[in-house]
């Protein structure tokens, strides 16, 4: 599938991506060369495989209902870009 | 034109457990900001998830309890978007092969109507965190304690045809899983929230209109309003030659409207994958059983046995049994009291609940617990005090610690059930009042009740209203 | 002193030959003659890496001992390191402190090892040259014009110009193999699952596996005899004790049944790789190994299955870096969109947006069934292909990669070309199975590798073929290191 510039645009919209408006074109390009690779696949009848999501076939071991961790906010908040008072900051999100 | 309502409710309920789903942080509610968010609460580069058991168990156990298919190995899926309140820009939910399969439980209507309304599915995911909006000079603060909060997502199929069937249907998952203690209900806090889908459609019709979702209805007054508010939206839409369109809504309680959200305008695209750091849950039928085994009795179950074994009316065996600290509670005070199912069950659903009520308090709450709420109810019934002394008893007895004993002695309210002295009583009233007897003798057979009421108040409310009633008739007809 | 292995560095300091100060000092002056040409590290951390030497000496004057006491590594700059910048090679954590360790640096460190510092890397792990790091290409040791391969390029230059003994590294489509093969070194993939990933920024959840490199395979089987075993903060960690790697690297090879997939000696492969495997093959043999001619019939398609996987679990393990909580945050962000645009768009580098573009892709509406669960039936059946192989061998010899090291910038245009120099290690993380490179040989000056992939939780088996092999070659002593 050959991917235009309105695909990659709309890729970066939903990726949250900004990328340069002179690289749309190359993006346009990389990525129709990507899937044309990956379009490969196509030549393998693959209608009766499973499709493998982890290499291992283990199931999901559980954890028991406990509690382990205290306050740890003044730690992970001198690493974050704007706090006041405890929470983290972003520009105003209208609802 | 006639026009039928169609609604499906989403419902999530927030699982009690103690830890997150993911992570070991508290799940507790109220604390100061990212007090309750680590590392991997936060998104932190590198940290994983690792499932908490006791989720899984009480998914299974809601899955039980309404007779739902049990997805015998489930699988969780990464629903991307880019939220502040969502850490890791996805997520952690269940697509393809949820936890809970297609289920049903059964409301009530009015007139002892009753309706099976089918469950489309429940699955595990995690509670985002909290945006605020307002405290901020123009930024918006990110609180992301409740990030990770496990939430059962329950859908329901679009069964219901009223607003007062989706307020029962979701009275009915509340009410279930308050049972089988998977999630407190408190509503006020954010545990139980109802989303609707709302769609109208020409009676008769097989197509399903175009819906709206309704978010947040975070109670049942507000569910009920925000459907009858948005079914006559859309039927003016229509009638009006215009086109309901699909779209998520907001229901403002202060202007009792829905209005659209423009900031969810833009339609997702979610991405749904499998989680690559999860593995599939496999429930083992053991695990099943040994949870069927930690059920409690069922609301449904309750009620049958409440009008079979204590012989009380269908409509009371409801009241009691939609709640399972209230049939706790009655059963107790039922056995300790020894009064009869009925008496009880007008004094809980009465004079309890209405003092609750009042003080905006919960059941658990209550000032009066149910051993001090069985003394009341004990000298009820073996005739020491009358119900209207009872009453003023449970006032006293609700700002105190006393028991019902104690009161009644120290006031000397015990009730007057003694002929002689009540004769006296009686002879004195008719003595003082001649031409009300005179009338009562002529036919005017309604007096009856002015007299006990005077002997009531000569006794100061302690004569007992079966013996005065009794012997005030013997006197009248002289 | 720069040449030596781990194996004799336990061995010095037991012996009281020099102190874990001693070796330490002479690395860390060695790192600051070479790295300003070779950009291997990204941060050296001389004065906490002396602190800790100084503790391990101290420690073993005290009678302490424990496997790694003392000896000094360096960690890949993926795994987070409490209170030590770890950057991803990426501007999006150019300032990143993490608060806590990676599983695997908190059990190195209980092991005793002293860390100096954190490897250069192709940022987020994407790459197979290393050009794509915020902080500055490597340069291969080997060759000032040639690549020293990725993502792990960092800590493959570091072991090739003995700047550190042994470096930690991350394979999610041979990112420890074919940097070991391109810079002479020895790497081992381990079985996913073997190896905790909690703390190793993820690029493909999926297929990432952390794993040692060094220049013999005894110095990989000693550290990763160390970083190995299950963990409860993965919930992909496997629960199975780990074998005895170092116990187990003198057993014979009499009756070792290896396969050699005819789909990897085809015309594709360099005439003087294909011989200095010839010549290495005929090595094993002498040791009592046998070989048959396995088939592999979908090997071809895992480099498709691949970039379609890789990409679409990038984009989403990548969505958490948005600049709010941590990392880079954009300049006066007009809005909440422009926040997110700009702090990501600015803080990832071209071919992190190139994959992350293509992962949303592969993923959306209308486009998932045919690329991301075609991929995933696709990596199943090369899984499938390895099974039947493993039923008749016990392990899997080929090259590792299709050339030698190429020259930096050649490949750096078309990321197709890029891709496709992983086309023997790919199918090792499809799969999930353990590979091994070892150095076989020199061609045009520049050291070329053998893979060896074995069945899940052989790494025992592989680490054994790995050093009888190196018992009776000297690639692996090769050095261009002054
Ligand atoms: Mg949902
Ligand atoms: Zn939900």
Redo the contacts between chains.
Sequence with gaps: MAVDEDTVRAMAHLARVQIDPDRVAGYATEMSNVLALAEQMEEVDTSDVEPMAHPTHAVQRLRDDVVLEGNEREQFQEIAPETNDGYYLVPQVIE | MQWETVIGLEIHAQLATDSKIFSSSSTQFGSAPNTQANAVDLGMPGVLPVLNREAVNMAVKFALATNARIGKRNVFARKNYFYPDLPKGYQISQMALPIVGEGEVEIELEDDVKKTVGITRAHLEEDAGKSVHDLFHGQTGVDLNRAGTPLLEIVSEPDMRSAKEAVAYARKIHSLVRYIEICDGNMQEGSFRCDANVSVRVSGSEKLGTRAEIKNLNSFRFLERAINFEVERQIDIIEGGGEVVQETRLYDADRDETRSMRSKEEANDYRYFPDPDLLPVEIEDSLIEALRGQLPELPDQRCARFISEHKLPAYDAGVLTADKATADYFEAVLKQSGAPAKIVSSWVTGELFSRLNKDGLELTASPVDEHRFSGLLARIHDNTISGKIGKDILDKMWASEDEADHIIDKEGLRQISDSSELEKMIDDVIAANPSQLAEYRGGKEKLLSYFVGQVMKASRGKANPGQLNQLLKDKLKG | MHDKTIARIRHGLASGEFSSREICEHLLSRIDQLNPSCNAFISVSSELALQHADDADKRRAAGADSPLLGVPIAHKDI??TNGVR?S?GSRM?E??????N?TVVDKLSQAGVVCLGKTNMDEFAMGSSNENSYFGNVVNPWGSNRVPGGSSGGSAAAVAARMVPGCTGTDTGGSIRQPASFCGITGIKPT??RVS??????F????DQGGPMAATAEDCALLLQEMAGFD?????S??RPVDDYCGSLNDALDGLKVGLPKQYFTEGLDNNIAASLQASIAELEKMGASFVEVDLP?Q??S???Y??VA???C??N??????????Y?CDN??????????S???G?G?EV??R???G??????G??D????????????I?EDFTSAFKEVDMILGPTTPTPAFKIGENSA???SM?LNDIYTIPA?????PGISVPCGLVDDLPVGMQLVGN?FTEARLLNVAHRFQQVTDWHLKSPAK
């Excluded at chain 3, 993380?429 to 199975?433: E, H, T, V, W, Y």
């Design positions: 795994f987070c770890t991803c954590l300032n990143f402190v993490p608060p806590y990676a996913y699952g990933r909690y703390g190793m920024i993820a493909a959840s999926s297929l409860e903060k993965d919930s992909t496997i629960d979908n071809h398609l480099v498709p299955a970039y379609v990409p679409a679990e984009s989403s990548l969505s958490r870096f948005d600049g709010v909580r941590y990392g945050r962000p007009a809005d909440l969109e422009d926040l997110y645009k700009r990501r768009g600015e990832f071209r947006k190139r992350i573009l293509i949303t892709y592969v993923l959306s509406a486009y998932f045919a690329y991301y669960l075609k991929a995933q039936k696709i990596r199943n059946l899984s078309d990321p197709v891709y993380n499809l799969a999930g199975l899940y």
